[in-house]
């Protein structure tokens, strides 16, 4: 009688061929003040004790944020502490505003991979009127790749084979593939994670299978399982 014992699962993550996405969707024009690429900017003055504000640069980060982030919106505004002046953030997934108020960040759990992300600073006076506004250059929440969720699965003798099955799982929702790299010699690996070993093959002792998993957007994770098959005494 053999006897199956897993150890671990590890493994590295292998990236698609494509760079991960950025934004903007839309054009965005060259700003003059440091901090690189602005769009959408207007400045203006308040008759109320003639105010004026005026934004030098505005960057979201992370600059590649997944799901389980927060995005922040840094802005760089002048005169900054001056009473009477108000910062507002009205924030826009997939251009549809989604958020309006004092918040400079916003939890990306509610979206989606792929959604681009942006955030329009307006700077008001006490009155309401716009004194400085600006739109940021886009993030697109990423993608995340497919994960091992531990070893094999039940896995037995059934007639004249040992059946189990490996558990992967993607935090996005993808279909994941799954593909041997290197293993025991007669294992074999299905593309749904389902083991297969005749039984004239098996040999006890301390194995490792390899295998690589991929999700419909092409991110990859390529793990090692390793366990040990013993004879029952």
Request: charged residues 25%; proline residues 7%.
């Amino acid at each position: 009688m053999l006897v199956l014992v897993v150890a671990a699962a590890l493994g590295v993550i292998r990236c698609s061929a494509k760079e991960p996405a950025i934004g903007p969707e839309k054009l965005a024009v060259a700003s003059k003040e440091p901090g690189g690429i602005t769009s959408h900017v207007r400045q203006g003055a308040s008759s109320e004790d003639n105010l004026r504000a005026w934004i030098k640069g505005m960057t979201l980060r992370p600059a590649f944020p997944n799901k389980d982030e927060t995005v922040s919106a840094l802005l760089e505004w002048e005169p900054q502490g001056r009473p009477g002046m108000l910062v507002s953030y009205e924030w826009v997934v997939k251009d549809v505003s989604v958020k309006t108020g004092e918040a400079s960040t916003l939890a990306l759990n509610k979206y989606h991979t792929g959604d681009h992300v942006s955030v329009i600073a307006t700077i008001t006076d006490s009155n309401g009127k716009p004194l400085a506004s600006q739109r940021s250059l886009s993030v697109v929440i990423q993608n995340r790749p497919p994960i091992l969720d531990g070893g094999l699965e039940e896995f037995a003798k059934s007639g004249e084979e040992w059946l189990g099955h490996i558990r992967v799982s993607d935090p996005d929702g993808d279909h994941v593939v799954v593909r041997p790299v290197s293993g025991p010699a007669g294992l074999t690996v299905q593309p749904d994670g389902t083991v297969r070993w005749p039984v004239s093959a098996i040999q006890p002792g301390t194995h490792e299978l390899t295998v690589e998993l991929e999700d419909e957007r092409g991110l990859g994770f390529r793990g090692t399982l390793s366990f040990s098959i013993e004879e029952a005494r």
